[in-house]
T-cell receptor, first 114, second 116 residues
Framework: EPEVTQTPSHQVTQMGQEVILRCVPISNHLYFYWYRQILGQKVEFLVSFYNNEISEKSEIFDDQFSVERPDGSNFTLKIRSTKLEDSAMYFC????????????FGPGTRLLVL | AQSVTQLGSHVSVSEGALVLLRCNYSSSVPPYLFWYVQYPNQGLQLLLKYTTGATLVKGINGFEAEFKKSETSFHLTKPSAHMSDAAEYFCAVSEESDNQGGKLIFGQGTELSVKP
């Protein structure tokens, strides 16, 4: 069964460094999302992406964040200058044209900013 | 604005007992409703969803949920708990916006523990 994959599974970085989190959505999906889950808190929406542009973003998704679909398969989230409070689990999700409301999640990348 | 409230951050049941996890939502338009499960150190797995049609929806692993518009609820149930059901459960709501897909708004989660 097709699934969303994410790399790396864990990333440790120093405050101020740039990180890129990578996702490979399900191959025929057209809608892509990033969410984050700070330890012990609820899952929060960051950004949605369709047709090579951002559809919607939350107030969390400030200028330090960017997303890109560099090729036909990858979907990336970049954090330019990480802060301690960026430490969280980051989930990628995707959905299909025929059922765009149904999102399938990847296993997540646990980011730790020191 | 949409929101989701899950009553009870922790629920404990005995193996074989009924599981009931509560979810209430607010939405200005007919919502799409979801339950996801997160096992330790894993991602979110879709359990079931309500979009339109039958208000009682069945999902994987014997779970089901009923959409009650009058109560703005979407409670998750399972007749008989199994040890393997121990996990965190998230209720979520979305409103599809045009052709752009819809962000999910999650509840705070309910951790289910199952006692032998």
């Amino acid at each position: 069964e097709p699934e969303v994959t994410q790399t790396p599974s864990h990333q440790v970085t120093q405050m101020g460094q740039e990180v890129i989190l990578r996702c490979v959505p399900i191959s025929n999906h057209l809608y892509f999302y990033w969410y984050r889950q700070i330890l012990g808190q609820k899952v929060e929406f960051l950004v949605s992406f369709y047709n090579n542009e951002i559809s919607e973003k939350s107030e969390i998704f400030d200028d330090q964040f960017s997303v890109e679909r560099p090729d036909g398969s990858n979907f990336t989230l970049k954090i330019r200058s990480t802060k301690l409070e960026d430490s969280a689990m980051y989930f990628c999700a995707s959905s299909a044209w025929a059922s765009k409301e149904t999102q399938y999640f990847g296993p997540g990348t646990r980011l730790l900013v020191l | 604005a949409q929101s989701v409230t899950q009553l009870g951050s922790h629920v404990s049941v005995s193996e074989g007992a009924l599981v009931l996890l509560r979810c209430n939502y607010s939405s200005s338009v007919p919502p799409y409703l979801f339950w996801y499960v997160q096992y330790p150190n894993q991602g979110l797995q879709l359990l079931l969803k309500y979009t339109t049609g039958a208000t009682l929806v069945k999902g994987i692993n014997g779970f089901e949920a009923e959409f009650k518009k009058s109560e703005t609820s979407f409670h998750l149930t399972k007749p008989s708990a199994h040890m393997s059901d121990a996990a965190e459960y998230f209720c979520a709501v979305s409103e599809e916006s045009d052709n752009q897909g819809g962000k999910l708004i999650f509840g705070q989660g309910t951790e289910l523990s199952v006692k032998p």
